[in-house]
Each structure stands twice: as structure tokens, then as C-alpha cells.
């Protein structure tokens, strides 16, 4: 069955970075569109990157543009984010998750979400 | 960006009730709108997508209509484990966002 396991949170300062992990398994990665969406504490959902499954395409939300990198390991069916210059309103649950459909889209998998703290 | 707004943020209902909930884009999403369940302390689970399509393995209790502007996600005889916060998301623009969540409560 289709599984994602993020790891790689933790507690860093303001102007830090920190590298988010995704690990799938159950699907073929390589043919899938991967997103990183986040929650803030006790806040709504918020997505913040996208990348093709082939690594061409990738688009940012305003709110990490600059700062956050999304990358992919087809090989190792792996997806990352690397977020730099650290911010405390950066603090949240970060999830990864599978871009379903065509046009419409959906995000129809999920992992289970890696703890992000920004403070100091 | 596409601000999405629900009503009500929260309800409560009793096991059995039917309740809808209401989603509306601040443009056009023709039917762009996708509907999430998400239970304390996990990730939010794809309930209905494209606005009426049911994903594999969801109840049929649950349901989804509208178009355009305006839609409804309704839970027909709502069951105890439908107790959670459900929150739509538009997928109309690359920078896709949701809406502020609806708890459903016990009553």
C-alpha cells in the first residue's frame, strides 16, 4: 500500500535551516506528482511547493519563495525540502504528499507529518 | 490568491443527523474543489474530489455538489467516527488553497 514517511523536523533558531525527508513506497514514485503542505498549531492547511514527477516543473507559495527548496530522488524515491533562514510563523506539521488527477487535482495520499519549531 | 471561506468553523450534531457544510471560492473554480476529513493528531484523509467524485474506499454517507463559486460537502447519518474537522481546497490555480476548517462536534 502506498506509504510516505517524513522525517527530518526538530527544533532549530530563527535563521536556521533544516532538511525535510519524504520516503515512499507502494507506488511508483517516479510517476508521481509530489507536494510539502503544512499546518501551523492548532491553524488550517497551507500547501507550500510542488514538483513534477520528473523534477522539471516546481512552483513555491509566496510565504517560502526564496527560502524553501523542494528536490526530489527518483532513484531513491525520495523528496525533500530544504528550508533555509528559518522564520518562528514557519513553525508547523509538514506534510508530504502525492498531486492525484490531471485537472482537476488532489492531494490523495499523505504521510503521517514531521514537527517543524522555529524558536529560540 | 483564491480565498476559500466555510461555514459554519463548527458545529455539533448527534450521531445519526445528516450535516452540510458550506464552501465558497472568492472566484470561479468551475469544480476545482476537493474536500478533506482530518481526525486530532493525523493527516488529513481526500474524502471527495472534483466537487462530487467520491474517493475510492469513502463512505457513501458522504457527498459532495456545487460548481463555480458555491459547494457543499454533506454527511448523511453521521456515524461517530465522522467526528473531525473537514476543510475544502481549491486545486483551480497552481497556488492551491484551502479553506479555515469546520470542527463537527458531539452534541
Known amino acids: 500500500q502506498v506509504q510516505l514517511v517524513e522525517s527530518g523536523g526538530g527544533l532549530v533558531k530563527p535563521g536556521g535551516s533544516l532538511r525535510l525527508s519524504c520516503a515512499a513506497s507502494?507506488?511508483?514514485?517516479?510517476?508521481?506528482?509530489m507536494s510539502w503542505i503544512r499546518q501551523a498549531p492548532g491553524k488550517g492547511l497551507e500547501w507550500i511547493s510542488y514538483?513534477?514527477?520528473?523534477?522539471?516543473?516546481?512552483y513555491y507559495a509566496d510565504s517560502v519563495k526564496g527560502r524553501f527548496t523542494i528536490s526530489r530522488d527518483n532513484a531513491k524515491n525520495s523528496l525533500y525540502l530544504q528550508m533555509n533562514s528559518l522564520r518562528g510563523e514557519d513553525t508547523a506539521v509538514y506534510y508530504c504528499?502525492?498531486?492525484?488527477?490531471?485537472?482537476?487535482?488532489?492531494?490523495?495520499?499523505w504521510g503521517q507529518g514531521t514537527q517543524v519549531t522555529v524558536s529560540s | 490568491d483564491i480565498q476559500m471561506t466555510q461555514s459554519p468553523s463548527s458545529l455539533s450534531a448527534s450521531v445519526g443527523d445528516r450535516v452540510t457544510i458550506t464552501c465558497r471560492a472568492s472566484?470561479?473554480?468551475?469544480?476545482?474543489l476537493n474536500w478533506y476529513q482530518q481526525k486530532p493528531g493525523k493527516a488529513p484523509k481526500l474524502l471527495i474530489y472534483?466537487?462530487?467524485s467520491l474517493q475510492s474506499g469513502v463512505p457513501s454517507r458522504f457527498s459532495g455538489s456545487g460548481s463555480g463559486t458555491d459547494f457543499t460537502l454533506t454527511i448523511n447519518t453521521l456515524q461517530p467516527e465522522d467526528f473531525a474537522t473537514y476543510y475544502c481546497?481549491?486545486?483551480?490555480?497552481?497556488?492551491?488553497?484551502f479553506g479555515q476548517g469546520t470542527k463537527v462536534e458531539i452534541k
Open positions: 472534483a466537487a462530487f
Open positions: 514538483i513534477s514527477n520528473g523534477g522539471s516543473t516546481i
Open positions: 481546497q481549491q486545486s483551480y490555480t497552481i497556488s492551491q488553497t
Open positions: 504528499a502525492t498531486r492525484g488527477g490531471v485537472r482537476p487535482t488532489y492531494f490523495d495520499f
Open positions: 507502494g507506488f511508483t514514485f517516479s510517476d508521481y506528482h
Open positions: 472566484q470561479n473554480i468551475v469544480t476545482y
